[in-house]
């Protein structure tokens, strides 16, 4: 009963580096998403994936790119990393239809100095 | 406006206690809605859909009033395992692709 594995569990990075987040859902669901959650921000959705093959922006997209690998796998990509980008990061995944709630991975906690 | 609203608190109250959250949203025309648990440095996990008619799972109420845009959770005979931070979620209706819309979340305390 895996769910959603998000890899790495941590993660530092110095200024400028790049990374791969990876994420796998074994539901067999069509969308899948990725969040970034701040102190006193919420999460917010930087990119998803209505089905394979599609991937579309969300409120903050910038400095992040994403791939649909196949249905199982959504990663998400920074090229440079900025401290800004310091966060915890949660991929999750649906059914895809509206009313469908959405299940998470356990996150993946990123610093970037 | 915020797309959903939620006081932030922290409600802070004892074992035993009745407590609700409100949350308010901004699209009339919203269609799914959600509560959300969520514990200190964890991942969101679904605590239960909200419908048209209100539903109940065991110490909890979910409503829904549309008229008025906003849900709420209750939360009845508190326990110490309730602490949490509670997140409203609806849908956006723009799209059929299940994008929702996340409340920054209530945080309860529940105390001996």
């Known amino acids: 009963n895996a769910g959603v594995t998000q890899t790495p569990k941590f993660q530092v990075l110095k200024t400028g580096q790049s990374m791969t987040l990876q994420c796998a859902q074994d539901m067999n669901h069509n969308s899948m998403y990725w969040y970034r959650q701040d102190p006193g921000m919420g999460l917010r959705l930087i990119y998803y994936?209505?089905?394979?093959?599609?991937?579309d922006k969300g409120e903050v997209p910038n400095g992040y790119n994403v791939s649909r690998l196949n249905k199982r796998e959504f990663s998400l990509r920074l090229e440079s990393a900025a401290p800004s980008q310091t966060s915890v990061y949660f991929c999750?995944?649906?059914?895809?239809?509206?009313?469908?709630?959405?299940?998470f991975g356990d996150g993946t906690r990123l610093s970037i100095l | 406006r915020k797309e959903v609203e939620q006081d932030p608190g922290p409600f802070n109250v004892p074992e035993g206690a009745t407590v609700a959250f409100n949350c308010t949203y901004s699209?009339?025309?919203?269609?799914?809605f959600f509560w959300y648990r969520q514990d200190c440095r964890k991942e969101p996990k679904l605590l239960m859909s909200v419908y048209s008619s209100g539903n109940e799972d065991g110490r909890f109420t979910a409503q829904l009033n549309r008229a008025s845009q906003y849900i709420s959770l209750l939360i009845r005979d508190s326990k110490l395992s309730d602490s949490a931070t509670y997140l409203c979620?609806?849908?956006?209706?723009?799209?059929?692709?299940?994008?929702?819309?996340f409340g920054q979340g209530t945080t309860l305390q529940v105390k001996p």
């Open positions: 979620v609806v849908n956006m209706r723009s799209s059929n692709t299940g994008k929702l819309i």
């Open positions: 999750a995944s649906s059914e895809g239809a509206s009313r469908q709630p959405q299940h």
């Open positions: 994936s209505a089905s394979e093959g599609t991937t």
């Open positions: 699209n009339s025309a919203s269609q799914s």
